[in-house]
């Protein structure tokens, strides 16, 4: 797969009103086009989740392929915020504080974000002006 050996693959739950958002956020401040995009729930998604032996079942909000490695919960968020314009690279610093730590927030939050933030029935649909960042799904 040509396509992710170039850019960073952000995988994301599809149907979570703030992944979605979250999203948008990224793609306005990735000036370069860097990253791409998948829901979890794509069979794309589904087939990355599988080559990178990411148990589906334990993570179920972001992931980043980058450089043919996978990385999940906060430190997949701190090294998509390192490739963002803007002080948003600065957050990568926290990379220095232990994942063990990190995650527990990250964690609880990722508990509660339906709850919060609310949850859709389908995954969503990029508009065309954006689908190009997005893989191809089936």
């Not at 149907?15 to 793609?27: D, K, L, Q, W, Y």
């Not at 002080?87 to 339906?114: E, H």
């Amino acid at each position: 797969m040509s396509e992710t050996s170039q850019n960073g693959v952000i995988l994301f739950d599809g149907v979570c009103n703030f992944c979605n958002g979250s999203v948008n956020f990224i793609i306005d401040r990735d000036k370069t086009g860097y990253f791409k995009f998948a829901p979890l729930q794509s069979e794309i998604g589904q087939n990355l989740l599988d080559e990178h032996c990411i148990d589906k079942t334990v993570t179920d909000s972001v992931v980043l392929i980058e450089g043919g490695k996978a990385y999940t919960r906060t430190t997949a968020a701190l090294r998509i915020a390192r490739k963002l314009s803007g002080y948003w690279s600065w957050f990568y610093g926290f990379t220095v504080v232990p994942s063990f730590i990190r995650d527990v927030f990250y964690n609880l939050f990722a508990k509660y974000r339906y709850k919060m933030f609310g949850k859709q029935e389908a995954c969503m649909l990029p508009t065309p002006e954006i689908r190009a960042r997005f893989l191809a799904t089936n």
